[in-house]
């Protein structure tokens, strides 16, 4: 694999459900990140981890989780999953948080009903 | 709050010359970034700035006056294919990304 990829590329989900998206890169970038893009609002942090093994709430974190056990993989994680959280799912990675030019994954899209 | 503003929508010539504008209020500036994004793909980066001026890459040029929270995007000899939403993203005092929900540009022949 080069660059980032995520998993799976759509999905349709039950309320109630749990769902874990995946992301993993193979650039050994210190930072990843998650972000949801919703027609109008553009591109909202929901999670991010400037290193392996810390993470931190971006802007609208509620109802998400993640971990960052390795350098390569991020999950997030919907613990139970509401039709607010029907969006286009991005997972990013920089090389370092200072100078952030983010490359992105292919992005998951979830529909839940 | 932070704020990041940009228009909704452009429309263009193909051949001609755009400028997309991006004004932003954010705490601390760390520099800004564009980004262009096909529908239904991922976005792509384009440019940088983190200093005063402007920095040309092709048919691509970005310009930036920090003193006045201003940028733009200035895409010359339009080509269908530039048919794309463009983003701008500040890097805040935090180093996190900010971005603006995004131009639409349509190119029409």
């Known amino acids: 694999i080069a660059g980032i990829t995520q998993a799976p590329t759509s999905q349709i989900l039950a309320a109630g459900r749990r769902m874990t998206l995946r992301c993993t890169q193979d650039m050994r970038h210190n930072a990843m990140y998650w972000y949801r893009q919703d027609l109008g609002l553009g591109l909202r942090l929901i999670h991010y981890?400037?290193?392996?093994?810390?993470?931190g709430k971006g802007e609208v974190p509620d109802g998400y989780s993640v971990s960052r056990a390795n350098t390569d993989d991020f999950p997030l994680t919907l613990a139970s999953a509401v039709p607010s959280q029907t969006s286009v799912y991005f997972c990013?990675?920089?090389?370092?948080?200072?100078?952030?030019?983010?490359?992105f994954g292919p992005g998951t899209r979830l529909t839940v009903l | 709050g932070q704020n990041i503003d940009q228009p909704t929508e452009m429309t263009a010539t193909e051949g001609a010359i755009v400028q997309i504008n991006c004004t932003y209020q954010t705490s601390g500036f760390n520099g800004l970034f564009w980004y262009q994004q096909h529908a239904g793909e991922a976005p792509t980066f384009l440019s940088y700035n983190v200093l005063d001026g402007l920095e040309e890459k092709g048919r691509f040029s970005s310009f930036l006056s920090r003193s006045k929270g201003y940028s733009y995007l200035l895409l010359k000899e339009l080509q269908m294919k530039d048919s794309a939403s463009y983003l701008c993203a500040v890097t805040d005092s935090n180093y996190q990304l900010i971005w603006g929900a995004g131009t639409k540009l349509i190119i029409k022949p």
């Open positions: 981890s400037n290193t392996a093994g810390t993470t």
């Open positions: 990013a990675s920089s090389d370092s948080p200072a100078y952030n030019e983010q490359f």
